[in-house]
């Protein structure tokens, strides 16, 4: 700061000396809040569901290369029961997990849908079946 019979520097009058800054500082806006997580949904899902939902969808996977092994090996075997009997584990079986038997195995069951749902995008319906 300067001396009484001085005149003020720059700085003084930037920032402000002994009288306080020469503007008032305005406070910035809020920043917005990240939207929330919908009621509908329930709880936020943990590190250990996304992992349990990984999980289903490797074992949905398994059971498809199992299942489509011999239509995906030739081509003149018919894959109409293997879609089935994969859209019925994947959707019957997932549900079941999800609505009944709850708990940690709500999200294999979310996974196991996810891997069909995957599957048959990426591979254009022919690990599924669908092709």
């Not at 990240?34 to 059971?63: H, M």
């Amino acid at each position: 700061m300067t001396e009484k019979d001085e005149r003020p520097t720059l700085s003084d009058e930037l920032f402000g000396g002994e009288d306080g800054p020469a503007e008032p500082v305005r406070d910035l806006p809020p920043e917005p809040a990240l939207p929330s997580w919908p009621a509908f949904l329930g709880a936020r899902p943990s590190t250990r569901d996304w992992v349990l939902g990984g999980c289903g969808a490797l074992l949905f996977a398994l059971i498809d290369l199992i299942v489509m092994w011999a239509p995906l090996r030739d081509r003149d075997v018919t894959s109409s029961a293997q879609s089935v009997v994969l859209i019925v584990v994947a959707f019957g079986i997932g549900t079941v997990m999800v609505k009944l038997v709850g708990h940690s195995f709500r999200a294999i069951g979310f996974g196991m849908m996810a891997a069909w749902i995957a599957l048959t995008l990426f591979s254009l319906g022919f690990a599924t079946g669908l092709n």
